[in-house]
């Protein structure tokens, strides 16, 4: 089956780091760029990140370069979103997405972040 | 920073047909890009909708229909049926963002 399974909720106090987790399954995980997109809690969706695991290039929006960091291990199938320092504003469902064109067809269940001291 | 503009809600009664616009800018939709459509039920993740202005994936019942035209896309659902109560988000890639951007949103509620 076609998947993207994401790592387990969070709860973090300000300034901890934070590696989340996106496994692919089913599809060759080089071949497609995988993103990673946020809905803080009652909004809409934003665009963070996004790389190619093929040869890990990367690109990010620019509200969150800087902010976080983008990864892939293909020896694994998986993909990672990272803080070093975590901040309230943080809080948020974070979900990872496969990209086949200009679009995202396939999403993971997602993962909540929760920052609080 | 959603640079896609939808209208916060919209409704209607089983069987009739709505609509939700999306008005984008000359960096997105104007430029050409295509614009996608995402369908949120309550407490699940986007699940893709319309692909390629009116591309559906298999799966997606024909009653949802994409367009485009100059700077806007418009999403219809014909036949409104109470599963389609959800959140629906458009998309496109944006040239001044050098990524992809999202609509702020709309909420279908059904009657």
């Known amino acids: 089956e076609v998947q993207l399974a994401q790592s387990g909720a969070e709860v973090k106090k300000p300034g901890e780091s934070l590696k989340i987790s996106c496994k692919a399954s089913?599809?060759?995980?080089?071949?497609?760029?995988i993103g990673w997109v946020r809905q803080m809690p009652g909004k809409g969706l934003e665009w963070m990140a996004i790389?190619?695991?093929?040869?890990?290039?990367?690109r990010y929006n620019p509200s969150f370069q800087g902010q976080v960091t983008i990864s892939a291990d293909k020896s694994i199938t998986t993909a990672y979103l990272q803080w070093s320092s975590l901040k309230a504003s943080d809080t948020a469902m974070y979900y990872c997405?496969?990209?086949?064109?200009?679009?995202?067809?396939?999403w993971g269940q997602g993962t909540l972040v929760t920052v609080s001291s | 920073q959603s640079v896609l503009t939808q209208p916060p809600s919209v409704s209607g009664a089983p069987g009739q047909r709505v609509t939700i616009s999306c008005t984008g800018s000359s960096s997105n939709i104007g430029a050409g890009y295509d614009v996608h459509w995402y369908q949120q039920l309550p407490g699940t993740a986007p699940k893709l909708l319309i692909y390629g202005n009116n591309n559906r994936p298999s799966g997606v019942p024909d009653r949802f229909s994409g367009s485009k035209s100059g700077t806007s896309a418009s999403l219809a659902i014909t036949g409104l049926q109470a599963e389609d109560e959800a959140d629906y988000y458009c998309?496109?890639?944006?040239?001044?963002?050098?990524?992809?951007?999202f609509g702020t949103g709309t909420k279908v509620t059904v009657l």
């Open positions: 089913g599809y060759r995980f080089t071949n497609y760029w």
């Open positions: 997405a496969r990209r086949p064109g200009y679009y995202f067809d396939l």
């Open positions: 998309q496109s890639y944006d040239s001044s963002l050098s990524g992809y951007v």
């Open positions: 790389i190619y695991p093929g040869d890990s290039d990367t």
